[in-house]
Structures are given as structure tokens and as C-alpha cells.
């Protein structure tokens, strides 16, 4: 049964265009993130949530939007998508005990390419 | 500005060899480290894991270990085998920020068999 599971696997997209990446984990988590690895294969952390509340917002372009509906869901919603765009997009999960570094669990990714 | 960095981009080994895979940081502050290991088409998965007050930590054939004067950390998998081959990302973390991990851009690992 899949810990932390992304939806689609693959998305391919034209310029200008508005997509959604969906991420579930079933492992009863608090903290959800999300991380991009871009070409050179640096694995950034996007934005982090602890029970449906934002906690990490790095410096990331507002066209970029999380939505927590509940703790066991965070999805991805992208504006007006730009070349620059093109990664491979990691939903991950902890506990996420405050003032605790703990393991995360990652999806399989999901690899956005923007035409 | 990268905190975590592993630089070396690959790295081949016989089977039955020891394979060293290192991982230098830039923050003192950092006090927990990670290693997860990433085969193509799948996200990363947790390998081993040390905290700054040790500086070894041993799970079967995957030892961590952590020098923090020079701000340091390998992963060496003895013996290697052929199932092993896949990308090694380190990552590391300091207790005032929590879960906010900053990770290297991996090595990868191929054994030959």
C-alpha cells in the first residue's frame, strides 16, 4: 500500500497554461512538503505544511500555490506555467514534531515538462 | 546559496568492494543528517540518518559517519552489491528550524558486478 503517493506520474503542458499536481499520504503525518529537482538535480524544498497550516514558504514565485483540504492531502496548483517550470516535482511527508528533524517520505515524483 | 553539497556526481564500484560516498556542509547549526537513496522513476527513500552527538551510526552494511570539525559526513556500504546502484542524496538539517532539510545534488552509484 503506497505511503505517500503523486498524481499524474507524468504531466506535460503548454506555456501560459494552469495545472494542479495532487499528493496523499496515508502514513497519519502532520507535515506535508513539496520539493523541486531541477535539471542540474538539486532537490529544493518548495513549501512545507503542518496540519493544513503553512510553515515553509521558500522563495518561490506566487503563481506557485499549495492547498491543504486536510492533513493527509497537499496539492500543487500552478498559474500560468512558464518554461522554467520543467522539473520533477517530490511530495514528501513526516511526522513533523515541532522543534524535531525527522525522516521524510517522498512520492515518486512528478516530472512537469512545459512546451 | 548551496548549504549541502556532494561533489561528486558519480562513482563506480566492484561488487563486493567498499563504495564511500561523501557529503560536505557549510552550516554549523546543522544537527541531524540524512542519506536517502533514489532509483530512476521513484522518489528518494530513507537510508540511515545520525544526529551531531554522535559520530558513527551502523545499520547492517550501511555505516554513517560524521565529522563535524570539518563539517563532514560519508556513507559507506560494505560490502557493495549490484542492487545498490542508484543515487545517493545527502541531507541535513538543524533543530531550530525543524523539518526544513537542505539536500545535496547526489552521487550516483553504479556497482559492477
Known amino acids: 500500500d503506497t505511503a505517500v503517493s503523486q498524481t499524474p506520474k507524468y504531466l506535460v503542458t503548454q506555456m501560459g497554461n494552469d495545472k494542479s499536481i495532487k499528493c496523499e499520504q496515508n502514513?497519519?503525518?502532520?507535515?506535508m512538503y513539496w520539493y523541486k529537482q531541477d535539471s542540474k538535480k538539486f532537490l529544493k524544498i518548495m513549501f512545507s505544511?503542518?496540519?493544513?497550516?503553512?510553515?515553509i514558504n521558500e522563495t518561490v514565485p506566487n503563481r506557485f500555490s499549495p492547498k491543504s483540504p486536510d492533513k493527509a492531502h497537499l496539492n500543487l496548483h500552478i498559474n500560468s506555467l512558464e518554461l522554467g517550470d520543467s522539473a520533477v516535482y517530490f511530495c514528501?511527508?513526516?511526522?513533523?514534531?515541532?522543534?524535531?528533524?525527522?525522516?521524510?517520505?517522498f512520492g515518486p515524483g512528478t516530472r512537469l515538462t512545459v512546451l | 546559496d548551496q548549504q549541502v553539497k556532494q561533489n561528486s556526481p558519480s562513482l563506480s564500484v566492484q561488487e563486493g568492494r567498499i563504495s564511500i560516498l561523501n557529503c560536505d556542509y557549510t552550516?554549523?547549526?546543522?544537527?541531524?543528517f540524512l542519506w536517502y537513496k533514489k532509483y530512476p522513476a521513484e522518489g528518494p527513500t530513507f537510508l540511515i540518518s545520525?544526529?551531531?552527538?554522535?559520530d558513527k551510526n551502523e545499520d547492517g552494511r550501511f555505516t554513517v559517519f560524521l565529522n563535524k570539525s570539518a563539517k563532514h559526513l560519508s556513507l559507506h556500504i560494505v560490502p557493495s552489491q549490484p542492487g545498490d546502484s542508484a543515487v545517493y542524496f545527502c541531507?541535513?538539517?538543524?533543530?531550530?528550524?525543524?523539518?526544513?532539510?537542505?539536500f545535496g545534488t547526489g552521487t550516483s552509484l553504479t556497482v559492477i558486478p
Open positions: 505544511y503542518n496540519n493544513k497550516e503553512l510553515i
Open positions: 514528501a511527508s513526516s511526522h513533523g514534531l515541532a522543534g524535531v528533524a525527522d525522516t521524510q517520505y
Open positions: 545520525i544526529s551531531s552527538i554522535k
Open positions: 541531507a541535513a538539517s538543524s533543530t531550530d528550524t525543524g523539518n526544513q532539510f537542505y
Open positions: 552550516n554549523s547549526m546543522f544537527d541531524y
Open positions: 502514513l497519519g503525518h502532520d507535515t
